[in-house]
């Protein structure tokens, strides 16, 4: 079955940077993208960006260029969301979600992580 | 970027109401609309592609419809663990947005 598992709560003092992985298992991770998304306490949906796990093309919302990175690493089918200078405001959930671009089929997030609490406070 | 808004932001119903939630997207965006349901402390759940299409396993009480700019999720016959934030998202885009969500809360 498909899951996506991943890391852990972090953390982290204002000015510091984050990393939040997220396997994949139960398809072919070379066949999809993975898209991150958060939550900030009480607070909607927030769309981050995206990493193709074929080619590792990334799109970036433009709130967040600069300031993010996305990776992968194919060999163990982990996603990777880094985010740096953090703010206090970055304190949210943030969530990855696989879907499936350039292909006939329309685009969704079918299964989605289980979530990594991020705190930013000093 | 395409904007998304939703209304009403909140409602309150009983078990066994129809309940419709509005979407609406800034642009023409055909049907590339989808609606997640999220529960407390829970990742969202896929309930609707293409604007209509149930995912599966999903409930038959839920159905969408709409196009262009103008969307509708109904739930038909509202069930206790259905009480729950509705979001939808375009995906017209691959700069994917979301709504704001509709909370449904119990009457």
């Known amino acids: 079955q498909v899951q996506l598992v991943q890391s852990g709560a972090e953390v982290k003092k204002p000015g510091a940077s984050v990393k939040v992985s997220c396997k994949a298992s139960?398809?072919?991770?070379?066949?999809?993208?993975i898209s991150w998304v958060r939550q900030a306490p009480g607070q909607g949906l927030e769309w981050m960006g995206w990493?193709?796990?074929?080619?590792?093309?990334?799109n970036y919302a433009q709130k967040f260029q600069g300031r993010v990175t996305m990776t992968t690493d194919t060999s163990t089918s982990t996603a990777y969301m880094e985010l740096r200078n953090l703010r206090s405001d970055d304190t949210a959930v943030y969530y990855c979600?696989?879907?499936?671009?350039?292909?006939?089929?329309?685009?969704?997030?079918?299964?989605w992580g289980q979530g990594t609490l991020v705190t930013v406070s000093s | 970027d395409i904007q998304m808004t939703q209304s009403p932001s909140s409602l309150s119903a009983s078990v066994g109401d129809r309940v419709t939630i509005t979407c609406r997207a800034s642009?023409?965006?055909?049907?590339?609309l989808n609606w997640y349901q999220q529960k407390p402390g829970k990742a969202p759940k896929l309930l609707i592609y293409?604007?209509?299409t149930l995912q599966s396993g999903v409930s038959s009480r839920f159905s969408g419809s709409g196009s262009g700019t103008d969307f509708t999720l109904t739930v038909s016959g509202l069930q206790p663990e259905d009480f729950a934030i509705y979001y939808c998202q375009q995906s017209y885009t691959v700069t994917f947005t979301f709504g704001p969500g509709t909370k449904v809360e119990i009457k």
């Open positions: 979600a696989r879907w499936r671009p350039f292909s006939t089929s329309p685009y969704y997030f079918d299964y």
């Open positions: 642009q023409s965006i055909s049907s590339s």
């Open positions: 293409s604007a209509s």
């Open positions: 139960g398809y072919t991770f070379t066949s999809y993208a």
């Open positions: 990493i193709s796990g074929y080619n590792g093309n990334t």
